[in-house]
Nanobody, 122 residues
Framework: QVQLVESGGGLVQAGESLRLSCAAS??????MGWFRQAPGKEREFVAA????????YPIDSVKGRFTISRDNAKNTVYLQMNSLKPEDTAVYYC?????????????????WGQGTQVTVSS
């Protein structure tokens, strides 16, 4: 069983940056994804990265601002978030998937972290 622990969330002002980290308890060859859920909204897929480093960002609003990366030696995936906006406020979750396809679908993921709160003030 894989345990995922997110960190790096917090309260920032619009335009500032945060880097989220997600550490896995064991080495996996899984793809990793980041999702977010704002109050009153459904969970939203933000970005994913395969074991080999192929990344995808389905949301136009984060393209060019968010970067997903991973350090396989550290069993850690990162989400660098720049130029944060109030609409980025949400709980951010990382998850792991044994697949390299369908990564936009939350049902493709089998392990989830507990989430980390990101709050962006205007």
């Amino acid at each position: 069983q894989v345990q995922l622990v997110e960190s790096g969330g917090g309260l920032v002002q619009a335009g500032e940056s945060l880097r989220l980290s997600c550490a896995a308890s064991i080495r996996t060859f899984y793809a990793m994804g980041w999702f977010r859920q704002a109050p009153g909204k459904e969970r939203e897929f933000v970005a994913a990265i395969t074991w080999s480093g192929r990344s995808t960002y389905p949301i136009d609003s984060v393209k060019g601002r968010f970067t997903i990366s991973r350090d396989n030696a550290k069993n850690t995936v990162y989400l660098q978030m720049n130029s944060l906006k109030p609409e980025d406020t949400a709980v951010y979750y990382c998850a792991s998937s044994p697949k390299n396809y369908g990564l936009g679908d939350s049902s493709s993921y089998d392990y989830w972290g507990q989430g980390t709160q990101v709050t962006v003030s205007s």
